[in-house]
Structures are given as structure tokens and as C-alpha cells.
């Protein structure tokens, strides 16, 4: 089992930054990559960031302004937000999925996930 626990959501304006961590525990957390998702009202969830041994995948609407990182030691997955724009405006989770089962950035496909943190940006 995985269980995940996200902070660092809240309120900022257009421009501004904000730092999300999703912390990792459970008897299989050495076991899975983690990603960072999003949903706004009305929308489906999206990916936004995916780390995968080392390397990064990131959305194209997120390239350039948000980096993805993950702190073994701390099992904690790490997204920094810069330059954000109100349409970054979302719920924030935290995604796992198993090595074994391969590389995906559909949400779909990872089995488990945190409760969230919400991100408002204001114009």
C-alpha cells in the first residue's frame, strides 16, 4: 500500500510562486513513480508533472514555469510553481503507480493518490 499526503496549496496572484510536496509512505512507497496531476471545476484530471527514475515529463501548458523534483531520502515529491497564471487554478494531487507496470501520465492508470491541495491564482 501507498498512501500519500500533499501540502503547500493557497492563494497567489498572477506572477506569483508556490511550492507543493507530496510526502510518500506505506509498505510499497519505494516501489512506485510519482506525478503531479490537476483538475479545475468542470474539467477532467490532467497530468501535469511526472517523475520517472530521474527524468521528467511535464505538460506542455507547465513547461518552462514548473519543475518537477523528488527527495529519496524524504520519499517526498516535490513541485515548484513559478509564473502562475490564473488558469493554473486547480485541485493539485499527487499520483503513484508501480514501477513494474511502466511509464503513463494517464491518470487512469496510477492507483493511488493523495486528498489534494487547491491552488488559486488570481489575475
Known amino acids: 500500500q501507498v498512501h500519500l499526503v500533499e501540502s503547500g496549496g493557497g492563494s497567489v496572484q498572477a506572477g506569483g510562486s508556490l511550492r507543493l510536496s507530496c510526502a510518500a509512505s506505506?509498505?510499497?512507497?519505494?516501489?512506485?513513480?510519482m506525478g503531479w496531476f490537476r483538475q479545475a471545476p468542470g474539467k477532467e484530471r490532467e497530468d501535469v508533472a511526472i517523475?520517472?527514475?530521474?527524468?521528467?515529463h511535464y505538460a506542455e501548458a507547465v513547461k518552462g514555469r514548473f519543475t518537477v523534483s523528488r527527495d529519496d531520502a524524504k520519499n517526498t515529491l516535490y513541485l515548484q510553481m513559478n509564473s502562475l497564471k490564473p488558469e493554473d487554478t486547480a485541485m493539485y494531487y499527487c499520483g503513484a503507480r508501480d514501477y513494474g507496470l511502466g511509464f503513463s501520465i494517464s491518470p487512469a492508470n496510477f492507483a493511488y493518490w493523495g486528498q489534494g491541495t487547491q491552488v488559486t491564482v488570481s489575475s
Open positions: 517523475f520517472y527514475y530521474g527524468s521528467t
Open positions: 506505506g509498505s510499497a512507497s519505494s516501489n512506485v513513480f
